[in-house]
């Protein structure tokens, strides 16, 4: 198994391709995490989290499967719809998600996740971002709080009114990861950047939403809950609302909004 995790690390760090071979006795293994030393996952983990070619390694282990044996909960949310503005399943929402980040850390252009229109409307989202891109650790917990920020949203779901409504999904899938990634042995620091980003994930927005009506206080509380990892909540947030619209109207609302980051 951690040959497999291996595989996925060496595709993020030198951009590997897959013989059809290899990928067909990956997929034909039965791959079981209790078989692996949890010190040695963890660090091939955090080596693909960080490397340049993160999301190639990402998307290898979603099509093996393995992806779902090394984060359990996922499975969940591969069957938990979700209402509009959501166009996709909570699982297929959050890959979406560290794609678009990718896009965003990769190409430091919001062109390149939107409209050229949206673009040219607010080029300043394109300096500012430069600004909020971690490096290293910082970069790989917020790479896996993106992809994991709703697994909350499976154990919290509720359907009320004729929509799927998902009562503090933050703070209970911020409990599941930091439980999960203790049994696996990641640093504390580590976990701790993950589930204040999960934790604190709707909080941007929320303020957002409230446009002129925000108060400095609220800023004030939201700055001393996260501190330096402000920057990374804004790229999930960013991250999250673009895998969240289905058209570049839409997103062009969203980022009227997003001005005011």
């Not at 690390?9 to 006795?25: H, K, N, S």
């Not at 693909?48 to 992806?67: C, D, N, P, R, V």
């Not at 899938?173 to 604190?200: D, K, M, P």
Request: aromatic share 8%; with cysteine; proline share 4%.
């Amino acid at each position: 198994p951690i040959r497999a995790i291996r595989a996925a690390r060496f595709i993020g760090q030198f951009d590997f391709e897959v013989e059809p071979a290899t990928m067909r006795q990956l997929t034909a293994v039965d791959f079981r995490t209790d078989m692996v030393s949890p010190d040695r996952l963890s660090r091939e983990l955090v080596l693909l989290f960080q490397s340049k070619h993160y999301l190639k390694g990402l998307e290898f282990l979603a099509a093996t499967g393995i992806l779902a044996e090394l984060f359990p909960y996922l499975r969940e949310c591969m069957t938990q719809d979700q209402s509009a503005p959501h166009i996709l399943n909570v699982y297929d929402h959050q890959l979406q998600a560290a794609r678009y980040l990718e896009q965003i850390v990769g190409e430091r252009d919001l062109s390149e996740v939107s409209s050229e229109q949206v673009a040219r409307t607010h080029p300043e989202l394109n300096s500012e971002l430069q600004k909020l891109i971690p490096s290293g650790h910082p970069l790989a917990s917020l790479r896996m709080a993106v992809l994991l920020h709703d697994v909350g949203k499976p154990s919290t779901a509720n359907f009320v009114d004729g929509k799927w409504r998902f009562f503090d999904h933050p703070g209970v899938g911020a409990n599941i990861l930091r439980a999960h990634l203790i049994r696996c042995r990641f640093s504390n620091e580590f976990v701790e950047s993950i589930t204040l980003l999960v934790q604190n994930h709707m909080r941007l927005g929320q303020l957002i939403e409230l446009g002129d009506h925000v108060s400095e206080r609220a800023i004030f509380r939201l700055h001393r809950d996260v501190g330096k990892s402000i920057g990374s909540l804004a790229l999930l947030y960013l991250s999250d609302t673009f895998a969240t619209v289905d058209s570049n109207e839409s997103t062009e609302a969203f980022l009227m909004k997003q001005t005011r980051l």
